[in-house]
């Protein structure tokens, strides 16, 4: 079946890095997106960014642009994101998600867009504190 | 930035119909999604492209949409419905991800 697998949790002290796995098993590797998304405790979901497994090519929300590093080794099936600089309001669950294609018309013109995300991997929680 | 919004709360008795909102400019130009969270566990997808659902959902949660606004329903609403629901898109340029606040369901 089709199974997201992250990394344990992480303690760090602020200004550090973070650096989380997401091993990805019963599909084609390459052949979706992957996102990622945190939860901060007792919050809602904020999406970071993808990486397209096949290229390697990213796309950060505006938010993350400069402090966040998708990457991915095809030859284990695993992406990583990394987040720099952090901060007591990284404290959250990270979660990275498999991505399908949706669409968005412009004009009446269809054209790719963002997807849904299933599955999830399990959440990895990443605590900033000194 | 671009938002969609969701109203806080919904609270229905065992049994009957509930309905969550997800309000977006955008939403008439692309698909939005749901997932359900309970306390503790990951998001876990229930509709996708507006009504369709996933293999091993309830047939009692289904989706609509109507011009700004999409509607998760839940018919038939039961006691291990009470979760988190969150509504997805992305932005009018269709390139950027966009999570709705959420939504808590209680059942009474």
């Known amino acids: 079946q089709v199974q997201l697998v992250q990394s344990g949790a992480e303690v760090k002290k602020p200004g550090a890095s973070v650096k989380v796995s997401c091993k990805a098993s019963?599909?084609?590797?390459?052949?979706?997106?992957m996102h990622w998304v945190r939860q901060a405790p007792g919050q809602g979901l904020e999406w970071m960014g993808r990486?397209?497994?096949?290229?390697?090519?990213?796309n950060y929300a505006q938010k993350f642009q400069g402090r966040v590093t998708m990457t991915r080794d095809t030859s284990i099936s695993t992406a990583y994101m990394e987040l720099s600089r952090l901060r007591s309001d990284d404290t959250a669950v990270y979660y990275c998600?498999?991505?399908?294609?949706?669409?968005?018309?412009?004009?009446?013109?269809?054209?790719?867009?963002?997807?849904?995300?299933?599955?999830w991997g399990q959440g990895t929680l990443v605590t900033v504190s000194s | 930035s671009y938002e969609l919004t969701q109203p806080p709360s919904v609270s229905v008795s065992p049994g009957q119909t509930a309905r969550i909102t997800c309000s977006g400019d955008a939403l008439p130009k692309q698909y939005a999604y749901w997932y359900q969270q309970k306390p503790g566990q990951a998001p876990v997808l229930v509709i996708y492209k507006d009504s369709e659902r996933p293999s091993g959902i309830p047939e009692r949660f289904s989706g609509s949409s109507s011009g700004t606004t999409v509607t998760l329903t839940i018919s038939g609403v039961q006691a291990e419905d009470e979760a988190d629901y969150y509504c997805?898109?992305?932005?009018?340029?269709?390139?950027?991800?966009?999570f709705g606040g959420g939504t808590k369901l209680t059942v009474l």
């Open positions: 997805q898109s992305a932005d009018s340029s269709g390139t950027s991800v966009v």
């Open positions: 990486i397209n497994p096949n290229s390697g090519g990213t």
């Open positions: 998600a498999r991505g399908f294609q949706g669409m968005i018309t412009f004009g009446g013109v269809i054209a790719p867009g963002e997807g849904w995300f299933d599955p």
């Open positions: 019963g599909y084609t590797f390459t052949g979706y997106y």
